[in-house]
C-alpha cells in the first residue's frame, strides 16, 4: 500500500488486474493448466470470467513438457481458488 | 381433535384483518423476502427434503438415503442410507473387465458435514435402479477391499505426478482426502 | 458478490460445469447461492462409467467449492457490463443485488434489464 499513482491513490495487486479488463491474459491454475483468454470480469477472490479462452493441460504421465492438451471455450468462469497467477500478455 | 381445526379458524381471521389493514406494506415485505429466499443454499435444497436423494463425498462415497433435514451449510441429515461403491473396469494391470461391477450395504442413518459434500440430486425412484442392470453385485467386502487398493495406488501415482510437476513449475491439484 | 449476481443473470441458461476431479456435467442452470453452488437441472454428459447412477437424476446440487470451471455461452454475458462492474468492484453489485430483490415477479422480464438499470443508477 506504500505506492501511489500520479494521482496520490494507492496502488493494490488488483489494479494490475483491473488494467487487464478487456486485455488477453494468461491465467496459470492448479493441476498444471493454463487458461489464454480475455479478461471480462473479476473479484477479489480471482473467480474470472474469460472470454475466447483457450485451454491447456500440461498432463501428460511421462514427458510433463511436451505438447500440452487443448481445450477452447467461447466464454467459461474460472473458480478463483484454481488461480495460480494472472499474467498480462501483449 | 376437532377443535383444532375451529381454533385456527378463529386464529386465522384477525391475522387476515390484520393483513388488509396493513395492505399498503405487508406485500412488499413478503416480496423482498421471497426474492432474496429464492437465491439461497436452502432455497435449492429444500425441495429434496422427504424424497430419495444421491450423495456424493469428498472421499468418493456414494450414499443413497432419504433426505430428512438440512441448513444453510448443506449440512444433511439422510435416513436409511446405503453406501454403494462403483468399480470402473479398469485393473490394476491395465486390462478391462468384462462386467463391471458394485457392492452395497445398509448404512442406517447418516448426518453430513456440508463441507464433506461434492454434489447431491434428487433421484427418479421409477430409473433409480435401471442402471444397476448389466453390473455384477459382489459383497461389499471385497469391493471395498479393491476401491481401497485402487486408492491407495493412486496416492501413490499422484506423489509421483506431484514431484514430476513441480520440477517443471506446475501445481498439482491433488489432495488425499479427495477421492471423488 | 460480483459473480452471485452474475449467475443468477444465467438462470434458465444451459451451462457446463468442470469440476475439480475432471468430470463434466451439462444442464440448465436452476439456481445458484451466495457460496456459487449451483443447481443444475436435465443433467447430461456425465462420465458413465464412474457415476452410472447419476442417468437417473431429476436435479443436481453441485458444491461451488468442488467447481474448476463453468462453460456458457457467450450470448448470454454482457460483456461491456460486466467489466464495467469489476472496475467499479463491490460497490456496483450492491446496486444489482437490491435491483434484483425488487424484480417484478412476471418471470418474462429480462434479467439483464435490471442489471443496466443499476448501473444507471450507480452511475448517477
Do not use: W
Request: proline share 3%; net charge negative; aromatic share 8%.
Amino acid at each position: 500500500m506504500s505506492n501511489t499513482d500520479v494521482d496520490g491513490n494507492p496502488q493494490e495487486p488488483f489494479d494490475l488486474v483491473r488494467y487487464q479488463l478487456d486485455e488477453l491474459v494468461l491465467v496459470k491454475l492448479r493441476g498444471a493448466r493454463e487458461m489464454k483468454g480475455r479478461l471480462q470480469g473479476y473479484d477479489s477472490h480471482c473467480n474470472m470470467v474469460l472470454s475466447d479462452a483457450v485451454e491447456y493441460i500440461y498432463d501428460l504421465g511421462e514427458e510433463v513438457n511436451s505438447n500440452p492438451t487443448v481445450k477452447k471455450s467461447e466464454m467459461v468462469f474460472v473458480r478463483g481458488d484454481s488461480v495460480i497467477l494472472i499474467n498480462p500478455i501483449n | 381433535m376437532s377443535e383444532v381445526p375451529a381454533q385456527q379458524a378463529v386464529n386465522q381471521q384477525p391475522q387476515q384483518q390484520q393483513g388488509q389493514s396493513g395492505n399498503r406494506l405487508a406485500p412488499k415485505v413478503e416480496d423482498l423476502y421471497l426474492e432474496s429466499y429464492a437465491f439461497t443454499t436452502a432455497a435449492a435444497i429444500v425441495g429434496s427434503v422427504d424424497r430419495k436423494i444421491f450423495v456424493l463425498l469428498r472421499d468418493g462415497r456414494n450414499l443413497f438415503g432419504v433426505l430428512r433435514t438440512f441448513d444453510q451449510f448443506a449440512n444433511l441429515v439422510i435416513q436409511d442410507t446405503v453406501e454403494r461403491i462403483y468399480l470402473d473396469d479398469e485393473n490394476s494391470d491395465g486390462t478391462k473387465d468384462k462386467v463391471r461391477r458394485y457392492g452395497e450395504v445398509y448404512r442406517g442413518v447418516f448426518m453430513i458435514r456440508g463441507e464433506n459434500v461434492v454434489m447431491m440430486g434428487e433421484l427418479d425412484i421409477d430409473t433409480e435402479d435401471d442402471h444397476l442392470q448389466g453390473l455384477e453385485q459382489l459383497p461389499f467386502e471385497v469391493v471395498e477391499k479393491e476401491l481401497k487398493e485402487r486408492h491407495a495406488r493412486k496416492v501413490k501415482e499422484e506423489k509421483l505426478r506431484s514431484k514430476k510437476l513441480l520440477s517443471q513449475g506446475f501445481v498439482n491439484d491433488f489432495v488425499k482426502s479427495d477421492m471423488y | 458478490m460480483l459473480f452471485f449476481s452474475f449467475f443468477k443473470t444465467l438462470v434458465d441458461q444451459e451451462v457446463t460445469v468442470e469440476l475439480k476431479n475432471d468430470i463434466e456435467i451439462k444442464g440448465t442452470l436452476k439456481s445458484v447461492d451466495q457460496y456459487l453452488n449451483l443447481k443444475l437441472d436435465n443433467i447430461s454428459g456425465i462420465n458413465e462409467t464412474k457415476y452410472p447412477h447419476l442417468s437417473a437424476i431429476k436435479n443436481l446440487f453441485i458444491r461451488g467449492s468442488t467447481v474448476r470451471y463453468v462453460h456458457m455461452d457467450p450470448r448470454s454475458v454482457d460483456c461491456t457490463l460486466l467489466q464495467d462492474a469489476s472496475r467499479r468492484g463491490k460497490f456496483l453489485f450492491l446496486f444489482i443485488t437490491m435491483a434484483s430483490y425488487s424484480l417484478p415477479r412476471d418471470k418474462k422480464v429480462r434479467r439483464t434489464n435490471y442489471i443496466t438499470e443499476a448501473v444507471a443508477q450507480s452511475s448517477k
